[in-house]
């Protein structure tokens, strides 16, 4: 297995643009979580789901922030308008089940520069 | 819900010398407590875990303790390494699919 698979790997943009972050998850993974890392605020979880349904969506930012998860194998991140406060990496991590006892797996993350 | 804190927040030791990092948490549901090691420029990646019926789990030169009723756990490495530098994270999942996180302890092996 590749393991979770995250696109692209770098980003820089322009503030205003449009972003639009990629996560395939690992196969049979029913959750998925998007989380933010920067250096002041650490590790912040911003959304995830169980089987595609959002389930906790507290740690969105603001409205310019949004994630869908159509199908098993495919989610994104986007944000609209971007602004340079939003540069961070941005990681995406999958598990295997619900209430059973193991890890997240994470992708590489995307390092994400609005300028 | 959960939240969990992590001290200390940098911690530098000696080559060969032991690091403990730890943490506590505040909901008695939580039952998984996993530690993560993301080194520069690279994902977390899990390093050990434990469950809420174990008290302790080792793993070569890393080790966790978990005392439920104090609600902390703890991370030991022996003999460190320069390689063990990098950032650690611990965490607390329960009954729900979320885990929650430290803010992370940089730990620095100095050779």
């Known amino acids: 297995d590749a393991g979770v698979i995250q696109s692209p790997r770098h980003e820089v943009t322009e503030m205003g643009q449009e972003v639009t972050l990629r996560c395939k998850p690992i196969?049979?993974?029913?959750?998925l979580f998007w989380y933010r890392q920067t250096m002041m605020r650490g590790l912040e979880l911003l959304i995830y789901?169980?089987?595609?349904?959002?389930?906790?969506d507290s740690g969105m930012p603001e409205d310019r922030f949004s994630a869908k998860m159509p199908n098993a194998s495919f989610s994104t991140l986007k944000i609209q308008p971007s602004e340079p406060r939003d540069s961070a990496v941005y990681f995406c991590?999958?598990?295997?089940?619900?209430?059973?006892?193991?890890?997240?797996?994470f992708g590489p993350g995307t390092r994400l520069t609005v300028l | 819900g959960e939240n969990v804190e992590q001290h200390p927040s940098t911690l530098s030791v000696q080559e060969g010398d032991s690091a403990v990092i730890k943490c506590t948490y505040s909901?008695?549901?939580?039952?998984?407590f996993p530690w993560y090691k993301q080194e520069l420029g690279k994902r977390p990646q899990l390093i050990i875990d434990?469950?809420?019926?174990?008290g302790e789990k080792k793993d070569q030169r890393i080790a966790v303790t978990l005392n439920k009723t104090a609600k902390h756990f703890s991370l030991h490495i022996t003999e460190t390494q320069p390689e063990d530098s990098a950032v650690y994270f611990c965490?607390?999942?329960?009954?729900?699919?979320?885990?929650?996180f430290g803010t992370g302890t940089s730990l620095t092996v100095i050779p």
């Open positions: 991590a999958s598990r295997l089940g619900q209430g059973i006892n193991n890890e997240q797996f």
């Open positions: 196969s049979g993974h029913n959750s």
């Open positions: 789901f169980n089987n595609n349904v959002p389930i906790d």
């Open positions: 909901d008695s549901a939580s039952n998984y």
């Open positions: 434990i469950r809420s019926n174990v």
């Open positions: 965490a607390a999942s329960g009954t729900g699919n979320q885990f929650y």
